[in-house]
Nanobody, 123 residues
Framework: VQLQASGGGLVQAGGSLRLSCAASGRIFSTYVMGWFRQAPGKEREFVAGIRWGGGVARYTDSVKGRFTISRDNAKNTVYLQMNSLKPEDTAVYYC?????????????????WGQGTQVTVSS
């Protein structure tokens, strides 16, 4: 599985961005597709995840109500819609995938990673 992330950019606080993660290869229903982010000087953290089959989604508390993760099975693509962006959302965002992660919020649980896409939110 190869992942290609895109959609980052510079946006003012309160604005919106949509990130995309296109997957090549076969994605089975057990797969979890996740978004992580890493701000300068900080560790990479879980943002959101979605199970390919069924669409169950989970979010870290700081983005609940602002971010929405979704997937398009036909396009093998996962999206992260980010609304009401804050300067503290500034980070490099990574998409990740794993067929059987036991803990969605743990970086080491994911076998496949895309390259990062920079999101910068100005105040």
């Amino acid at each position: 599985v190869q992942l290609q992330a895109s959609g980052g950019g510079l946006v003012q606080a309160g604005g919106s961005l949509r990130l995309s993660c296109a997957a090549s290869g076969r994605i089975f229903s057990t797969y979890v597709m996740g978004w992580f982010r890493q701000a300068p000087g900080k560790e990479r953290e879980f943002v959101a995840g979605i199970r390919w089959g069924g669409g169950v989604a989970r979010y870290t508390d700081s983005v609940k109500g602002r971010f929405t993760i979704s997937r398009d099975n036909a396009k093998n693509t996962v999206y992260l819609q980010m609304n009401s962006l804050k300067p503290e959302d500034t980070a490099v965002y990574y998409c990740a995938a794993d067929p059987y992660p036991s803990r969605w919020n743990i970086e080491a649980e994911y076998d496949y990673w895309g390259q990062g896409t920079q999101v910068t939110v100005s105040s």
